[in-house]
């Protein structure tokens, strides 16, 4: 079998694999504190996938085109094991990488490496201790823990490393400057991501959105930029080439002002088994009936196949109209479950 296509002619090619819904921080824009509290309902541990389950969705998906595996969550370090998991996975010839907080990451980073994983993407969305306290919920103290793994990271070529930051009017536009200051010796890729209307908590509004194309001229008044050449379609960030010669790259997700739809080959599974074909989908799609059925006719693979052809999201564009149908507005599921 080869790559299979959508209904839009998108191939199917990437997988977020979420691997717990909970999270050691609150970011204020994902999963704020007055909502995600102690009365909050998270999964049941016994609701979550196996790793032997999770690398048998992978093995089913790899006929359908699979390249790429990213681990989430919620913060994926939380999950006990995880290096258990990304051995397992790593047998399978993909490109195997992670996005974490980077809270729990240097203790962690070596046997990570060592059980295979390929590449780290940090979140890091101010070095200012005040801000990110105000964003997160966490210590100021916690930035520098963050940088250490980042540094770590680059040490045991875990690259390319990327540094992911959410930009928001009037909250941390001074990272801008700062963040480039900070990582412009190291050979990582500082990527700012528009901020998005993913879930329904997190009182995203457009005003607080910073688009790409104003953070790129502010980027430009101080720093030359080249373009770089993309690598393959669905790549979802441009990357730029600063004036060094140390590989820094910054990037610029712009998924609210240039939705990139026509490119995306992803799909998404969450903590507890459920394939969502969209970051803003409203429902998903069960897997564990057919996974935890051994004598059931169905397989994976199949019901995979079933779900990608018949896939025709595309919110970010909706979203861009001048008039969007109402459907979009219903409820979602939260990054946090979901995988960013
Ligand atoms: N906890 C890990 C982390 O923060 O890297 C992994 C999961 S987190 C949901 C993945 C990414 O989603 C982070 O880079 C985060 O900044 C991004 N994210 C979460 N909510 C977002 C939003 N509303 N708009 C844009 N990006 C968002
Ligand atoms: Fe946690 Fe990541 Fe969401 Fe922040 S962005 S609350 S670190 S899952
Ligand atoms: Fe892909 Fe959905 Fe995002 Fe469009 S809105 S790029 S279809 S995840």
């Given at each position: 079998?080869?790559?299979?296509?959508?209904?839009r002619?998108?191939?199917?090619?990437?997988?977020?694999i979420?691997v717990?819904?909970r999270?050691n921080?609150r970011?204020?824009y994902?999963?704020?504190?007055d909502?995600f509290d102690a009365?909050?309902?998270?999964?049941?541990?016994?609701?979550?996938?196996?790793?032997?389950?999770i690398?048998?969705v992978?093995?089913?998906?790899?006929p359908h085109?699979?390249?790429?595996v990213?681990?989430?969550?919620?913060?994926?370090l939380?999950r006990?094991?995880?290096e258990?998991?990304?051995?397992?996975?790593?047998?399978h010839?993909?490109?195997l990488?992670?996005?974490t907080?980077?809270?729990?990451?240097?203790?962690?980073?070596?046997a990570l490496?060592?059980?295979g994983?390929?590449?780290?993407?940090f979140?890091?969305?101010?070095?200012?201790?005040?801000?990110?306290?105000?964003?997160t919920?966490?210590?100021g103290?916690?930035?520098q823990?963050i940088?250490e793994?980042i540094?770590k990271?680059?040490?045991?070529?875990?690259s390319?490393?990327?540094?992911?930051?959410?930009?928001?009017?009037g909250v941390?536009?001074?990272?801008?400057?700062?963040l480039i200051?900070?990582?412009?010796?190291?050979p990582?890729?500082l990527r700012?991501?528009?901020f998005?209307d993913?879930?329904?908590?997190?009182r995203w509004?457009?005003?607080?959105?910073?688009p790409?194309?104003?953070?790129?001229?502010?980027v430009?008044?101080?720093?030359?930029l080249?373009?770089?050449?993309?690598?393959?379609?669905?790549?979802?960030a441009?990357?730029?080439?600063?004036?060094?010669?140390?590989?820094?790259?910054?990037?610029?997700?712009?998924?609210?002002?240039?939705?990139f739809?026509?490119?995306?080959?992803?799909?998404?599974?969450?903590?507890?088994?459920?394939i969502?074909?969209?970051?803003?989908?409203?429902?998903g799609?069960d897997?564990?009936?057919v996974l935890?059925?051994p004598?059931?006719l169905e397989?994976?693979?199949?019901?995979?196949?079933?779900i990608?052809?018949?896939?025709?999201?595309?919110y970010?564009?909706l979203?861009a109209?001048?008039?969007s149908?109402?459907a979009?507005?219903?409820?979602?599921v939260?990054?946090s479950?979901i995988?960013?």
């Amino acid at each position: 079998m080869g790559a299979q296509f959508d209904r839009r002619g998108r191939p199917f090619r990437d997988l977020r694999i979420s691997v717990t819904d909970r999270c050691n921080m609150r970011c204020d824009y994902c999963m704020p504190a007055d909502v995600f509290d102690a009365n909050h309902e998270f999964l049941p541990r016994s609701d979550l996938l196996t790793f032997e389950e999770i690398e048998e969705v992978v093995i089913s998906l790899i006929p359908h085109g699979l390249k790429k595996v990213r681990i989430t969550g919620g913060e994926p370090l939380l999950r006990r094991n995880l290096e258990v998991l990304i051995r397992m996975l790593s047998k399978h010839s993909l490109d195997l990488a992670l996005t974490t907080n980077g809270l729990l990451f240097t203790s962690r980073a070596e046997a990570l490496a060592n059980a295979g994983l390929n590449r780290v993407t940090f979140s890091l969305d101010s070095l200012d201790p005040v801000t990110f306290e105000r964003i997160t919920g966490k210590s100021g103290h916690s930035i520098q823990r963050i940088i250490e793994g980042i540094e770590k990271a680059v040490t045991l070529g875990l690259s390319p490393v990327r540094i992911n930051s959410v930009i928001r009017r009037g909250v941390n536009e001074a990272d801008i400057e700062r963040l480039i200051e900070r990582f412009q010796h190291l050979p990582v890729a500082l990527r700012f991501i528009e901020f998005m209307d993913v879930g329904n908590h997190n009182r995203w509004d457009l005003a607080s959105v910073v688009p790409s194309e104003e953070i790129r001229k502010h980027v430009e008044e101080r720093w030359v930029l080249q373009p770089t050449p993309s690598l393959h379609s669905g790549q979802v960030a441009q990357h730029w080439s600063l004036d060094s010669d140390t590989g820094f790259e910054v990037g610029f997700i712009s998924s609210v002002t240039e939705p990139f739809c026509g490119d995306c080959n992803r799909a998404r599974l969450s903590a507890n088994g459920h394939i969502y074909t969209c970051l803003f989908a409203t429902s998903g799609h069960d897997l564990r009936p057919v996974l935890r059925n051994p004598k059931g006719l169905e397989t994976v693979t199949e019901q995979f196949h079933t779900i990608w052809s018949e896939r025709e999201d595309r919110y970010s564009e909706l979203r861009a109209q001048p008039r969007s149908p109402t459907a979009i507005y219903l409820p979602r599921v939260e990054m946090s479950y979901i995988g960013g």
